[in-house]
């Protein structure tokens, strides 16, 4: 009898074969044959623009989902954060792993703080989610573009085009480079994107086999947390290029608290939209259900007149 060998498709950038190769370990300890296939994405290729200007995060997934439509590839592992709302007909996430420290977090040469930078500092990131809520906190901040993969932007740092940068801590722990961290935003302070920090495990729908192995690899309250926020980015319409925040965690209680900012994607510096809900949640369509109010008390605020050019 042959053992089936699985393949897991992953770009190539550090941080995704981290991601790639802690799901193949959590894999392998439960006696599967897996192997990697790197690939580049048109999301890695496009450095000159801006993600909502080439066609979003979608860019990250879709050469990884071709594999696995292919027969090259049986699983996809993505940052949840850069995984649309709606998969393409055929796959599904599968499991959704443990949530690491989904905070954002400043890194500079110089400076130990936001608060610290001086007036008109230079500030690198090209997430609109940071940008406005960077904006609403120090509209003097100058705000310049950062694409690459983390060795590349930490690089642009080092080499002094910016004064400090804005990052997801959880792929600077991955990485072992948190020790560059100079501050550790709360998350109300700076409210992370949907997903950031978790992973997500894409598979076939079909893919029968593999089931019961991600079902035990799923973390049930980051699925709902991710869930909650996720169906607040759905309700408003989907678009990885609104700057929109959403973000759920549990309390002492079990309830979960979803907070949401939502900024103006052509004109920074309009106040954010917030909105802050709480439920008991025990299920997905509980949590979907918490998101999609948090949407309705934005849109209330004026969102659909923010995301009408986006
Ligand atoms: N958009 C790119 C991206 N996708 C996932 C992470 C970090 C890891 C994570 O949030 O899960 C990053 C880098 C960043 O935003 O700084």
């Given at each position: 009898m042959t053992t089936q060998e699985f393949v897991i498709a992953t770009r190539e950038s550090r941080l995704a074969l981290w991601q790639a190769e802690h799901v193949q370990a959590l894999l392998r300890a439960r006696g599967l044959a897996v192997r990697l296939l790197g690939m580049t994405?048109?999301?890695?290729?496009?450095?000159?623009?801006?993600?909502?200007?080439?066609?979003?995060?979608?860019?990250?997934?879709?050469?990884?989902?071709?594999?696995?439509?292919?027969?090259?590839?049986?699983?996809?592992?993505?940052?949840?954060?850069?995984?649309?709302?709606?998969?393409?007909?055929?796959?599904?996430?599968?499991?959704?792993?443990?949530?690491?420290?989904?905070?954002?977090?400043?890194?500079?040469?110089?400076?130990?703080?936001?608060?610290?930078?001086?007036?008109?500092?230079?500030?690198?990131?090209?997430?609109?989610?940071?940008?406005?809520?960077?904006?609403?906190?120090?509209?003097?901040?100058?705000?310049?573009?950062?694409?690459?993969?983390?060795?590349?932007?930490?690089?642009?740092?080092?080499?002094?085009?910016?004064?400090?940068?804005?990052?997801?801590?959880?792929?600077?722990?991955?990485?072992?480079?948190?020790?560059?961290?100079?501050?550790?935003f709360g998350v109300d302070e700076m409210i992370p994107c949907a997903g950031q920090g978790a992973l997500g495990i894409e598979i076939r729908a079909d893919a029968a086999m593999l089931r019961p192995h991600l079902d035990a690899l799923a973390h049930r309250p980051t699925w709902l947390a991710t869930a909650a926020e996720r169906a607040v980015s759905r309700a408003l319409g989907g678009s990885c290029s609104m700057p929109l925040a959403a973000h759920a965690r549990w309390g002492a209680d079990g309830e979960l608290t979803l907070s949401t900012a939502l900024g103006h994607p052509i004109h920074p510096e309009r106040a954010l939209l917030t909105a802050s809900e709480r439920a008991a949640v025990a299920d997905t369509a509980a949590a979907e259900a918490l998101g999609r109010r948090a949407a309705a008390v934005l849109s209330a605020q004026g969102a659909d007149e923010y995301l009408k050019d986006v």
């Open positions: 994405t048109r999301g890695d290729q496009i450095l000159d623009k801006t993600l909502s200007k080439v066609g979003g995060k979608g860019l990250f997934v879709k050469e990884l989902e071709t594999a696995i439509e292919d027969g090259r590839a049986q699983l996809a592992v993505h940052s949840l954060k850069d995984v649309p709302m709606e998969l393409p007909e055929g796959f599904v996430l599968a499991a959704v792993l443990e949530r690491e420290d989904p905070r954002d977090a400043l890194v500079s040469t110089r400076f130990d703080s936001l608060d610290a930078l001086p007036r008109g500092a230079r500030v690198g990131t090209s997430s609109l989610r940071r940008v406005t809520q960077l904006k609403s906190r120090r509209p003097d901040l100058v705000i310049e573009p950062l694409r690459g993969n983390l060795d590349t932007r930490l690089r642009k740092l080092d080499e002094g085009q910016h004064d400090a940068i804005v990052l997801a801590a959880a792929g600077l722990k991955r990485l072992g480079l948190d020790g560059r961290i100079r501050q550790y």
